[in-house]
């Protein structure tokens, strides 16, 4: 469930009235939503399966800092809440946040203001099933509108581009050594940074080729890692990270033309083009290391799925698709082998740290016994282990 505070609702005073409970990550507060609560939530196009759990906790109203619709996507949870007989109540906005303190009564009005006693703390648009019904019947036209485009798009793709997908003719000889072994392709994103910290175990234990996408490369050589291969524009790439040893490849057009050649050429390093009519260097890296035969390609960065296609996210284009299919079940999502290399904490280490004990007292006892007697370490834990042997066999005999 998206992050959540609480209006307990109080019917002695008018309006919708409560107690403030901030329920978010941050929050003191434990106690969760009841029935007659008022429910501030964070959900932009907020899904039906978190419209569903608010349903089920029976709050009288529900406040959204974003939109419940922003028209990207046609969204059911609107329309659940509505059906339930929930007030809805938008965009009231980040305001509300610094105007809300635990455990303080507040009300919202049936205008979309919240007010904590006679101060306004925040206040938004009330959603009615009319609004809902037309922001949902303009998003379901709008995303047909924009998925026909995407897949004619699409096909345009393939016709141009079908000798690169199937064949990989103009796919450049790197030189690097890829076939059989794993590859990462670090992409720019938001999460980067912590992605490949994540990896360092991965990348430790297996030694995967490193292709830095972008300026990817740059937060790759500032995390110590040393890309084999650098794919994109060198006017996004930092002068350190393109003389760090690594073979650069250059996203060209159709016709060869490859921008920030003219950089390369300055620093007085050596290049190959890679001409393709699609001008993601993502794509292309990924199109690489399949094609000189990777095992496996982990890819760090940004994530092609089905809602970043319907938001017409940067990544979300016909040629990532395309490639994405062609690279098939070797294309792994970066989160995943992190997850893999994460040791949760708690129970799953008591093992470990018991099996240390073990071995630590193990030791001292050795220590022990070999310094005291009058013998050296070794006779001394011979005679030890003489003395207890007898001693067993006693107990039998």
Known sequence: MAPMSLFSRNTELPGLHGVL????????SSKRLR?????????????RQLAQRLIEAKPVAVINLARFTTGSVPNFGPLLLLDSDILLVEGVGEDLKAGMRDGKKARVMEDGT???????????????????????????????????????NTIQFIHSEAPLLI??????????????????????????????????????????VIIGVDGAADTLVELGHAPDLIVGNPAHIGAD?????????????????????????????????????????TDLALLLAEYHGAEMIINAGPVLDLEAMFADAPQATPAALLTRAKVGGKLVDADLI????????????????????????????????????????????????NNIALKFQSWFN
């Not at 609560?37 to 907020?46: L, N, Q």
């Open 21 to 28: 409970r901030d329920c978010t990550p941050a929050g003191k």
């Open 167 to 208: 064949d990989g003719v103009g796919v450049p000889d790197t030189g690097a050594e890829i076939t059989g072994r794993k590859v990462l392709v670090a992409s720019p994103g938001t999460g980067l940074r912590n992605q490949v910290t994540l990896l360092r175990n991965f990348i430790r234990e297996y030694e995967p």
């Open 114 to 152: 919240i007010f904590h006693a006679e101060r306004a703390i925040g206040a938004g648009t009330v959603l009615d099933r009319a609004a809902a019904e037309h922001r949902f019947t303009e998003a379901q036209q709008g995303l047909v509108d924009h998925m026909e485009a995407y897949f004619g």
């Open 35 to 47: 029935e007659g609560d008022i429910a501030v939530v964070d959900a932009p196009d907020i899904t």
């Open 241 to 281: 990270t393109l003389r760090s040893g690594a073979r650069v490849v250059l996203p060209a057009e159709p016709d060869g033309h490859a921008a920030g050649l003219e950089r390369i050429q300055d620093l007085g390093i050596g290049a190959m083009t890679f001409p393709a009519a699609t001008d993601s260097a």
């Open 338 to 385: 992190a997850n893999l290399y994460t040791v949760r904490s708690g129970g799953g280490l008591a093992w470990l740290w018991a099996v240390l004990g073990i071995l630590v007292a193990l030791a001292a006892i050795v220590l022990i016994v070999g310094t005291g007697g009058d013998g050296s370490f070794t006779d001394n834990l011979i005679d030890t282990w």
